[in-house]
Structures are given as structure tokens and as C-alpha cells.
């Protein structure tokens, strides 16, 4: 039983590269019902509110890196180390702090916007989210994304949902026609 039911429209992207850079080529696909159940909704919402399992699970291997630097701080005092080890210390203590920070501070701001909804609309953004990341992501060599067909019904201008989704702006216009010919 699915308590969240979303229409989307499905976009196909697909990335060209070659010598002159890259390119992206895009299509509407078909429109689609994506549902969620309420108990993953659920679950989901409580990992957003107490962060700590996600916060670790993200920061680990950035820790990792930075304990890495560490380490080498502490050899190169004691020992006389090549100047390769010299450039790699200071590489992964900042890399290392600054994926942990830039980690904390992603899934911090997430957790602030939702705190702000109110809980209907924090449970349907999640809802949304949950079943976007159950959908499909791949369709052969295309990379899939999903617009709330409701997001284009309130879409000001096809610029703002371009801007919103990544698309191209001959894409928006051609999925609010579609939408206002449903």
C-alpha cells in the first residue's frame, strides 16, 4: 500500500563528450506515478531529524584521510621524509577537513529547511525524495530525472523551471505544453 502517490515527468539526459567538451542533449519521456509508503516516509524523516548515524556514515572516510595527514605530521617531525610525503600532509589535512565540514554542513542545512515546514509539507518533500531515489535513475545510456508534473502547472516562467531541474530551456517550454495539453 503506497500513501504518497507523485505524477512526474520523466526527462532523459544524456551527456556527449568529446574534443570540443561536453554537451548535453535532453528529451521529455513518458509521464509517470511514483509512490512511496508511509513507513519509509517515516523512517526517512526521523534519519533527517537525528543525524548522527547519517553525519558519521558521510564524515568516515573524510575522517580517514584527515587521520591520514595526521599521521604523516607526526612521521615527518620524527623522520626525515622525501618532500613527496611533505605535500601530501597538508593535501589530505585539508581535504580531509573539508569534506567533513562540507558533509556536516549539507546534511545540517537539510535538516534546517525541513525543521522549517511545517510536517505535512517536510513529509512530502521527504515522500518525494524517497521515491525518486526507488525510480530508475538509468534508461540505457541516458541519465533519468523526474519533474512534479504539479511543479510545472506552477512553473512562472519556463526559464524558472529550467532553472529549478537543470534543463534546457527548449525542454521546459516543451514540458509545460505538454502538461497544459493534459
Known amino acids: 500500500m503506497s500513501d504518497y502517490k507523485f505524477q ?7 551527456h556527449v ?16 506515478e511514483l ?3 508511509t513507513a519509509c516516509v517515516e523512517s ?5 531529524i537525528f543525524p548522527v548515524r547519517r553525519i558519521l556514515v558521510k564524515v568516515f572516510p573524510f575522517m580517514i584521510i584527515f587521520l591520514a595527514g595526521l599521521v604523516l605530521t607526526f ?12 605535500i601530501i600532509r597538508p593535501a589530505a589535512l585539508f581535504c580531509g577537513g573539508a ?5 556536516v554542513r549539507k546534511i545540517l542545512s537539510e ?6 515546514l511545517t510536517r505535512d509539507k517536510a513529509l512530502e518533500k521527504i515522500a518525494f525524495k524517497c521515491a525518486v531515489e526507488s525510480a530508475p535513475a538509468k534508461y ?13 502547472k506552477r512553473a512562472e516562467s519556463p526559464e524558472e523551471l529550467a532553472e529549478k531541474y537543470n534543463l534546457l530551456p527548449a525542454i521546459s517550454r516543451k514540458a509545460i505544453e505538454l502538461v497544459n495539453r493534459e
Request: charged fraction near 25%; hydrophobic fraction near 45%.
Open 75 to 86: 612521521m615527518i617531525t620524527l623522520y626525515n621524509y622525501p618532500v613527496a610525503f611533505r
Open 35 to 37: 509512490s512511496v509508503n
Open 140 to 152: 540505457n545510456d541516458n541519465d533519468l530525472s523526474y519533474i512534479l508534473v504539479d511543479e510545472i
Open 44 to 48: 526517512e524523516m526521523r534519519a533527517v
Open 111 to 116: 535538516r534546517k529547511v525541513l525543521l522549517s
Open 17 to 32: 563528450r568529446d574534443f570540443s567538451g561536453e554537451k548535453i542533449v535532453q528529451a521529455l519521456g513518458d509521464f509517470r
Open 99 to 103: 569534506g567533513m565540514f562540507d558533509s
Open 8 to 14: 512526474v515527468l520523466e526527462v532523459h539526459t544524456l
